[in-house]
């Protein structure tokens, strides 16, 4: 529960880690890269209505993360201080598991050509998890998470990524019909992630 109270200074870290120029942004930037984040972490996250306020939620993070000397502010950009790179870290990996386990989604539902009911593409997910975690593509074992990968799908099915068909019984078979907002949503998880994982 306490990834709540940090969300601001964690997205506003790993926004800074990973799309930072030379250890410097501009705050418009980071302004964007915040809310894509969260958008893309929305169903992991219940947002209140001040944290869904950026301009004011991004100055409160950024007080804090200046009082701690990691960050500095001036003519509009944030510039980390590289003696304190380490705690930005400690703040951004918070969050690494869930963007492996939707990484571990996106990657299974490009793969996948045929409709398959939802346990057996959670099975294929599961698959290719641990085979991505050997491989060294996802670092996490907490990334291995079921609750995370049907949260993931969720929020591919709310890009309607998924085409949904009746099998009868109530039950239902899904076709991936939209590679490309899946490869979207992918590309826009590697771009958190792959710094991050790096650091």
Do not use: W
Not at 77 to 106: G, H, M, W
Request: proline share 3%; with cysteine; hydrophobic share 40%.
């Amino acid at each position: 529960n306490t990834i709540h109270f940090f969300l601001p200074v964690i997205f506003i870290s790993l926004t800074l880690l990973c799309l930072a120029e030379n250890d410097e942004m501009d705050e418009s930037k980071l302004s964007e890269a915040f809310c894509d984040l969260t958008d893309l972490l929305s169903l992991e996250f219940i947002y209140s209505e001040s944290f869904l306020d950026t301009a004011a939620t991004l100055q409160k993070g950024l007080e804090y993360l200046e009082k701690r000397s990691a960050v500095s502010r001036g003519g509009g950009r944030v510039k980390i201080q590289p003696d304190k790179r380490d705690e930005l870290v400690l703040f951004a990996k918070a969050v690494q598991d869930f963007l492996e386990s939707y990484l571990i989604v996106c990657d299974t539902i490009l793969q996948i050509k045929k409709k398959m009911s939802r346990k057996e593409i959670i099975f294929e997910i599961r698959k290719n998890g641990i085979k991505l975690f050997h491989l060294g593509e996802v670092k996490l074992t907490e990334s291995l998470s079921m609750p995370n990968y049907e949260n993931a799908i969720a929020r591919l099915d709310r890009e309607d990524v998924f085409e949904k068909i009746p099998t009868g019984k109530k039950q239902v078979d899904m076709l991936v019909k939209n590679e490309t907002r899946a490869g979207e949503m992918k590309g826009r998880i590697e771009r958190y992630l792959r710094p991050l994982q790096k650091a």
